[in-house]
């Protein structure tokens, strides 16, 4: 059997876990804007998920978002830490949603970053298996332009989009196409069923998925904060930090203070 997968990290801080978790067709440098203002409350870990930046060589096999949830989980386990603050962006949302399920006793919170729990429509499964076959034909390098403009607000600093598009280009062709399938097959989840104190960011103009259903999403599951990003697009932890590491602040704050 191959040697199990080791995902790589980012880390600042210390103290309980902030496990943060990237989008699609992301790495940990996502998270570059929370690395150093959360480190004043949690050990921030940021990951690469497999097959992609610090993480160790993926098996030639196809994935699923639950081998994304259990590479979470046996990353906390060789970390030597307890359970975490859990926050995904997008398809880091469903990778936290699936990594609840299944590892329930990992998480002490759940955050989630303009993502949603409903799986994909058959237009959205269309359009998984269209960009997989462009990544296969053009690379990763034609994902930019399809992408990057539909997830960064028109009123967003350049840097961001350029930011993107650097991650984008270097994710494995491979990789993309294995995440493409595994969003694609993914199951829905139910935000009723959540159990642990959570949290709902949203960017106010994300294209990509509308703030309106976030906020649907987030009065569904019991006890949820929700939180309007204002100026953001799709990828509001870049896009609007300051607005993000706020909230995050003070919803894990009210955590420590047992609230
Ligand atoms: C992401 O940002 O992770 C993806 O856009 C999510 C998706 O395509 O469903």
Same mark, same amino acid.
């Given at each position: 059997?191959?040697?199990?997968?080791?995902?790589?990290t980012l880390? =600042?801080?210390?103290?309980?876990?902030?496990?943060?978790?990237h989008?699609?067709?992301?790495?940990?440098?996502?998270?570059?804007e929370?690395m150093?203002?959360l480190?004043?409350r949690?050990?921030?870990?940021?990951?690469?998920?497999?097959g992609?930046?610090?993480s160790t060589?993926?098996?030639?096999?196809?994935?699923?978002?639950?081998t994304? +949830?259990d590479?979470?989980?046996?990353? /906390?386990?060789? !970390?030597?830490?307890?359970?975490?603050?859990?926050?995904g962006?997008?398809?880091?949302?469903?990778v936290?949603f699936?990594? !609840?399920?299944?590892?329930?006793?990992?998480v002490? =919170?759940?955050? /989630?970053?303009? =993502?949603?729990?409903?799986?994909?429509?058959?237009?959205?499964?269309?359009?998984?298996?269209e960009n997989a076959?462009?990544?296969?034909?053009?690379?990763?390098?034609? !994902?930019?332009?399809?992408?990057?403009p539909k997830l960064?607000?028109?009123?967003s600093? +350049?840097?961001?989009?350029q930011?993107?598009?650097?991650?984008i280009e270097?994710?494995?062709?491979?990789?993309?196409?294995?995440? !493409?399938?595994?969003?694609r097959?993914?199951?829905? =989840?139910?935000?009723?069923?959540?159990?642990?104190?959570a949290?709902?960011?949203?960017?106010?103009?994300?294209?990509l998925?509308?703030v309106?259903?976030?906020?649907?999403?987030a009065a569904a599951?019991?006890g949820?904060?929700f939180?309007?990003?204002?100026?953001?697009?799709?990828?509001?932890?870049?896009?609007?930090?300051?607005?993000?590491?706020q909230a /995050?602040?003070?919803?894990?704050?009210?955590?420590?203070r047992?609230?």
């Amino acid at each position: 059997l191959p040697s199990p997968i080791v995902l790589g990290t980012l880390q =600042s801080g210390s103290g309980r876990p902030l496990l943060l978790v990237h989008g699609f067709p992301f790495d940990a440098e996502q998270w570059s804007e929370q690395m150093a203002p959360l480190a004043a409350r949690r050990r921030v870990v940021a990951v690469d998920l497999r097959g992609r930046g610090r993480s160790t060589h993926a098996p030639d096999v196809d994935w699923t978002l639950d081998t994304h +949830a259990d590479d979470l989980a046996r990353t /906390l386990d060789e !970390l030597g830490v307890g359970p975490a603050d859990v926050v995904g962006l997008s398809m880091g949302g469903y990778v936290a949603f699936a990594f !609840l399920l299944r590892h329930p006793d990992k998480v002490a =919170s759940l955050t /989630l970053i303009d =993502s949603k729990s409903g799986g994909d429509t058959p237009e959205a499964k269309h359009g998984r298996d269209e960009n997989a076959r462009i990544v296969r034909e053009h690379g990763t390098k034609a !994902l930019v332009p399809l992408l990057v403009p539909k997830l960064v607000a028109p009123t967003s600093p +350049a840097w961001v989009g350029q930011k993107l598009s650097v991650m984008i280009e270097r994710t494995p062709p491979s990789t993309c196409i294995r995440d !493409l399938m595994a969003m694609r097959d993914r199951p829905d =989840s139910d935000p009723a069923a959540v159990r642990v104190p959570a949290l709902v960011l949203h960017g106010a103009l994300d294209a990509l998925m509308p703030v309106a259903a976030a906020r649907t999403m987030a009065a569904a599951i019991p006890g949820a904060r929700f939180v309007e990003i204002p100026g953001s697009g799709h990828i509001a932890c870049l896009e609007n930090a300051d607005a993000v590491n706020q909230a /995050l602040s003070s919803f894990l704050a009210q955590l420590d203070r047992g609230a």
